[in-house]
């Protein structure tokens, strides 16, 4: 199915515009022909990506999103703002609730108004069951499982246009801070000569699901298009690979070399990928999606992108 017959000549508003995954999908929508909206809580880029516009607006500010929801006047929304780092929100859980949460919260507010709009919330594969015992590996895991509630409440309650995604492990060129990014700016870094620390890592034995973010900002079309209200959907390659694979992998297509330390959690008792076993989306293959970018292909991107920055994350 051509999700572009669907979408093209509509307004989308897509939150985080600027962030990794945000900088892919305003692209994506703006090639598809759709007028793309990107909100940005920090300062606006120096220019335009043809068909995108940019605007400012602290997520956590009801009054600014209403304002911009309603000069935008969007018929899709694509939600991807928000905190999406497991050790910092060791650090600072409270900031974690309030970013990933209150944020949606009052975005889904702001929209209200606006029942034709579908909304699309980027949630994550970490998110877990809420009910007792009550215990989520970590706070960003928290954050993530109430945003998933929140959003499928709010179209029980209110009759929104809301769906889910459950994205896996995102990967490919850009502003990054998962494991593949961090390692390529490391060995990045090794090319210039710069060897800095061991990079440490949690166990070898430890797998995830890994998907280009390209990949997934076309998923995100599909559900889009023609996704059903009210629902979640797994977007992942179905395929997973441990740890020391990923390493190896990305130091053969290095020119660098980093000294590596590796932990020995216990990935069994606390599976990375939120207690879900690797699943192709089916209702996503049913639509004639599937990934196109090698895994190998997005390591590489990842090493260009940070060669191209001297390492930086930017």
């Known amino acids: 199915m051509d999700e572009g017959k669907t979408l093209r000549g509509r307004v989308i508003l897509i939150t985080g515009a600027t962030g990794f995954t945000g900088m892919h999908a ?7 022909g759709m007028q793309v909206a990107g909100l940005t809580h920090k300062t606006l880029p120096d220019s335009d990506f ?36 497991v050790p910092e929100s060791w650090n600072n859980p409270l900031l974690y609730m309030e970013t990933n949460v209150f944020s949606l919260l009052y975005l889904l507010e702001a929209l209200r108004a606006n029942s034709a709009c579908r ?9 877990v069951p809420l009910g007792p015992p009550y215990r989520p590996p970590h706070p960003y895991s928290l954050s993530k499982s109430l945003q998933k509630v929140l959003s499928l409440s709010w179209n029980g309650l209110f009759g929104q246009d809301v769906m889910v995604a459950e994205p896996s492990n995102l990967i490919g060129p850009g502003p990054s801070t ?37 990949d997934a900002v076309r998923a995100y079309g599909y559900l889009l298009a023609y996704g059903d209200s009210g629902k979640e959907y797994p977007v992942c390659s179905g395929v997973e690979r441990t740890l020391q694979e990923v390493a190896e992998v990305i130091q053969r297509i290095a020119k660098g070399r980093i000294n590596l330390e590796w932990g020995d959690s216990d990935t069994a008792a606390a599976p990375p990928d939120g207690n879900l076993a690797p699943v192709l989306p089916s209702f996503l293959q049913g639509l004639g999606w599937r990934p196109l970018i090698p895994f190998q292909t997005s390591l590489n991107d990842v090493m260009n992108y940070f060669r191209g920055t001297k390492g930086e994350l930017r």
């Open 50 to 85: 043809p068909g995108v516009r940019y605007y400012a607006c602290d997520l956590l500010d009801p009054r600014q999103i209403t304002e911009v929801v309603q000069k935008i006047a969007p018929h899709y929304v694509l939600h991807l703002g928000g905190k999406n780092s």
């Open 178 to 214: 998962g494991i593949c990014s961090l390692l390529g700016r490391r060995l990045a870094q090794a090319e210039l000569g710069t060897a800095g620390e061991p990079f440490r890592l949690s166990s070898r034995s430890g797998r995830r699901d890994f998907l280009d973010v390209r």
């Open 26 to 32: 305003c692209r994506y929508f703006a090639n598809l």
């Open 119 to 127: 909304v699309l919330v980027a949630g994550s594969r970490l998110s």
